[in-house]
């Protein structure tokens, strides 16, 4: 069964970069021709995508965080990462990994979730 | 940008129907996928490309999409479906984009 677990700090100083991974178990990235994506959801407020990366490296991104933001993947430790630089109290919010479909770019599979705090 | 909107809310008794919508510009060209988020957890997907559904979702669960609008439809609600749902669709502009989403409320 197919796991991905959000890591990082809880705590980010504005206006220092924020930095996840997303590491992936019970299935290779590298093996598989997956979107790769995060998701994040400020308290109280709707889902909003961030951006996701395709097994092969290629970058998708949201038009609102696109200056600030930039995915990776390193399939040698099957796992992929967030960084979003400039952070202020708005980027605050629980972040999700998930993996994306290809075909219909459904959201299948998510990552518990990680609160990230932006505060001084 | 593509914009996706649903109502802020939708409540139903047990026993009863749910439908809940979602609209954007010439929608039913597009693929609709539909997520479940109880409180304090990831959301599930519990129906993809507008009507199908995942392995272990309940046939309860069933999905429509037309025009500008898709629908989600909960038939014999109980008390465990009450969340909050969202569309989403990926948009060649925008990429991937959520609605608002809905707080469904079981009375």
């Known amino acids: 069964q197919l796991q991905l677990q959000e890591s990082g700090p809880g705590l980010v100083k504005p206006p220092e970069t924020l930095s996840l991974t997303c590491i992936v178990s019970g299935g290779s990235i590298s093996r598989s021709s997956y979107y790769w994506g995060w998701i994040r959801q400020p308290p109280g407020k709707a889902l909003e995508w961030i951006g996701s990366?395709?097994?092969?490296?290629?970058?998708y991104y949201s038009p609102s965080l696109k200056s600030r933001v930039t995915i990776s993947v390193d399939t040698s430790k099957n796992q992929f990462s967030l960084t979003l630089n400039s952070v202020t109290a708005a980027d605050t919010a629980v972040y999700y990994c998930?993996?994306?479909?290809?075909?219909?770019?459904?959201?299948?599979?998510w990552g518990q979730g990680a609160l990230v705090t932006v505060s001084s | 940008s593509y914009v996706l909107t649903q109502p802020p809310s939708v409540s139903v008794a047990p026993g009863q129907t749910a439908r809940i919508t979602c609209e954007g510009n010439?929608?039913?060209?597009?693929?609709v996928h539909w997520y479940q988020q109880k409180p304090g957890q990831a959301p599930v997907v519990v129906v993809y490309?507008?009507?199908d559904r995942p392995s272990g979702i309940p046939e309860r669960f069933s999905g429509s999409n037309s025009g500008n609008t898709a629908s989600l439809t909960i038939s014999r609600v109980e008390a465990g479906d009450e969340a909050d749902y969202y569309c989403q669709v990926w948009d060649s502009t925008t990429t991937v984009v959520f609605g608002g989403g809905t707080k469904l409320t079981v009375l």
């Open positions: 990366i395709y097994y092969s490296g290629s970058t």
């Open positions: 998930a993996r994306q479909s290809p075909v219909d770019f459904s959201l299948a599979y």
């Open positions: 010439n929608l039913g060209s597009k693929s």
């Open positions: 490309d507008n009507s």
